[in-house]
Structures are given as structure tokens and as C-alpha cells.
């Protein structure tokens, strides 16, 4: 059974960094490309960034080019986003979720992160 | 960015009933849109990729239509589980970009 877990959410002030994480199991994880996908609160969904299975090509919203980087560790099953200079519209839920046809099919459960001096 | 507009932003309907949601975007993206359902402190899931395919496990009273600029997602029948929020997601242009959403609510 295809399983996601973020972890890494937390309470970062202003301009600080962060890790996220998301583990997989349940696939043959390198054969998929990843993609995060984040919620503010009470609001809809915005993609932020994907990357293909071998990690060799990325992609970015335009809201976060240049602060965020996305990569994975294909021998650990994971995904990640490193995330600077955060802002206060960076605050959300932060979901991973497995890349198929023109879609997203399977998603973590999400990892929150507030941004708040 | 292509925007995606989705109709009404409200819908709410009776148990048995036909739901009808629309999801109209800014420049064609083909046939490449998918629709998700969101339940209330869940993650999405995925209901239809490629305008008119259902993902694995889905209903067949859940149905995806429409190609170009103008798409549709039918429940044919209504039930109680249904009460979520639907958001269309077009795979067509990076940024891929999702519809603000439609709730169905079940009186």
C-alpha cells in the first residue's frame, strides 16, 4: 500500500529556514516524479514545486523560485523541500503527493508550518 | 498562469440528487484536468485525471466531461459521504494550478 508521510512542520520565525520531509513506501519510489502542494489555512490549493524520479529536473512556483529547493534521496524513499526566507504567506499545510497521469494520486497527510515572530 | 474558475462555490443538494460542478479555465489546456475531493481535515483525493477517466477505487456515480476551456464533474446521485469540497487541477502549464473550489453541502 502506497504510503506518504511529511514530517519537518514547525513554528519558524519570519526569514528563517526550514526543512520538510516525506517519507515513502509502498512503490518503487525513483520510477515517480514527487510534487508538494500546499494549503493556507481555510483556503485552496497551490502548487509549489516538483521533481522528476531521477531528480535531475525541478520545478517551481514563481512565489517561491529562488527560496525554496526541492531534491530527494532516491536510496532513503524520500522527498524534501528546503525552504528560506520564509514569509507569512508561506504559512500552510505542506503536502507531498506521487505524480501519475497528468495528476496526483496518492498525498501525505501534510506537516504545518507557521511563520510568526 | 492559467487561471481556473469553478462554479458555484457553493452547491447544496439533497441526498439521491444530481451534482453538477463546473470548472472553466482562462486558455484550453486540452484534456488535461483533473478533479479532487477534499473532505473536511483531510488530504485530496483524486477523483478524475484526464478530464474524463476515474482513479482507482472511485464510484462510478462520479463522472468527469468536457475538453478545452470547459470541463464538468457529475455525481449522478448524491450521498451523505459526498459532503466535501471539489477543486479542478490543470496539468496542461507549469505552475499547474488548482480551481479555488466548489462545497457541496448535504441538506
Known amino acids: 500500500e502506497v504510503h506518504l508521510v511529511e514530517s519537518g512542520g514547525d513554528l519558524v520565525q519570519p526569514g528563517g529556514p526550514l526543512r520538510l520531509s516525506c517519507a515513502a513506501s509502498?512503490?518503487?519510489?525513483?520510477?515517480?516524479?514527487m510534487h508538494w502542494v500546499r494549503q493556507a489555512p481555510g483556503k485552496g490549493l497551490e502548487h509549489v514545486s516538483a521533481i522528476s524520479g531521477n531528480g535531475i529536473s525541478t520545478s517551481y512556483a514563481t512565489s517561491v523560485k529562488g527560496r525554496f529547493t526541492i531534491s530527494r534521496d532516491n536510496s532513503k524513499n524520500t522527498l524534501y523541500l528546503q525552504m528560506g526566507s520564509l514569509r507569512a504567506e508561506d504559512m500552510a499545510v505542506y503536502y507531498c503527493?506521487?505524480?501519475?497521469?497528468?495528476?496526483?494520486?496518492?498525498w501525505g497527510q501534510g506537516t504545518l508550518v507557521t511563520v510568526s515572530s | 498562469e492559467i487561471v481556473l474558475t469553478q462554479s458555484p462555490d457553493t452547491l447544496s443538494l439533497s441526498p439521491g440528487e444530481r451534482a453538477t460542478l463546473s470548472c472553466r479555465a482562462s486558455?484550453?489546456?486540452?484534456?488535461?484536468l483533473a478533479w479532487y475531493q477534499q473532505k473536511v481535515g483531510q488530504a485530496p483525493r483524486l477523483l478524475i485525471y484526464d478530464a474524463s477517466n476515474r482513479a482507482t477505487g472511485i464510484p462510478a456515480r462520479f463522472s468527469g466531461s468536457g475538453s478545452g476551456t470547459d470541463f464538468t464533474l457529475t455525481i449522478s446521485s448524491l450521498e451523505p459521504e459526498d459532503l466535501a469540497v471539489y477543486f479542478c487541477q490543470q496539468a496542461s502549464n507549469w505552475p499547474w494550478t488548482f480551481g479555488q473550489g466548489t462545497k457541496v453541502e448535504i441538506k
Open positions: 486558455q484550453s489546456v486540452g484534456s488535461y
Open positions: 503527493a506521487r505524480l501519475t497521469v497528468n495528476s496526483l494520486d496518492y
Open positions: 509502498g512503490f518503487t519510489f525513483s520510477h515517480y516524479a
